[in-house]
């Protein structure tokens, strides 16, 4: 089965742009989380979807920040503008809310940096 | 609110040694507990979980027992090998509405040959 698949993998962009991170979670699975990771501060949940609709957002640093989820298959996060410190590791992840112990299986990554 | 607390790292060991990573969590409720390793330029996977208290959690050599008394759920590998050069995450998820998880620090542990 595929796992959760994020894109892209790897993203190199000038600040002042934007970025666009997608993500498509585990067919079936009905929660959506983005997650990001550095060294500073480890990992940190940004936001979450149910059933496509955001239900904690107050991990998202700034207005800078959106996410959407326009279906069960498919998410974005958004970065406008874009800030060197906001180079991180951006994780996507999915669940079947309330199954398997709530456990949740992560994408690889996108690997973001802003110079 | 949830919080999980790990031993910090890094861990350094020689191949074949014992490895204990801590963890410790504070949680309203009954959570579930998991292990998840990061490799090297990777993501997240899942290592094992447990989802009441007393069960064992196990996978690739490594286990975990929920311990509800002392609030913990410490990883251990009686042997462990250069490929187990990782970072590892304790985490918890308190289930009902809150489905999101909580991570500890992660520990750092690598394995010299």
């Known amino acids: 089965d595929a796992g959760v698949i994020q894109s892209p993998r790897h993203e190199v962009t000038e600040m002042g742009q934007e970025v666009t991170l997608r993500c498509k979670p585990i067919?079936?699975?009905?929660?959506l989380f983005w997650y990001r990771q550095t060294m500073m501060r480890g990992l940190e949940l940004l936001i979450y979807?149910?059933?496509?609709?955001?239900?904690?957002d107050s991990g998202m640093p700034e207005d800078r920040f959106s996410a959407k989820m326009p279906n069960a298959s498919f998410s974005t996060l958004k970065i406008q503008p874009s800030e060197p410190r906001d180079s991180a590791v951006y994780f996507c992840?999915?669940?079947?809310?309330?199954?398997?112990?709530?456990?949740?299986?992560f994408g690889e990554g996108s690997w973001l940096t802003v110079v | 609110g949830d919080s999980v607390t790990q031993m910090e790292g890094p861990v350094t060991l020689s191949e074949e040694a014992f490895l204990t990573i801590n963890c410790t969590y504070t949680a309203t409720g009954y959570p579930s507990l998991f292990w998840y390793v990061q490799y090297p330029g990777e993501g997240l996977q899942l290592l094992l979980k447990a989802t009441k208290a007393d069960d064992k959690g196990s996978n690739k050599g490594f286990e975990a027992t929920y311990r509800k008394e002392t609030t913990s759920f410490h990883l251990e590998k009686g042997s462990v090998q250069v490929s187990d050069s990782a970072v590892y995450f304790c985490?918890?998820?308190?289930?009902?509405?809150?489905?999101?998880?909580?991570f500890g620090k992660g520990t750092l542990l690598t394995v010299n040959p």
């Open positions: 067919s079936g699975h009905n929660s």
């Open positions: 979807f149910n059933n496509n609709v955001p239900i904690d």
């Open positions: 985490a918890l998820s308190s289930g009902g509405s809150n489905y999101k998880l909580t």
């Open positions: 992840a999915s669940s079947l809310a309330g199954a398997n112990g709530n456990t949740i299986y």
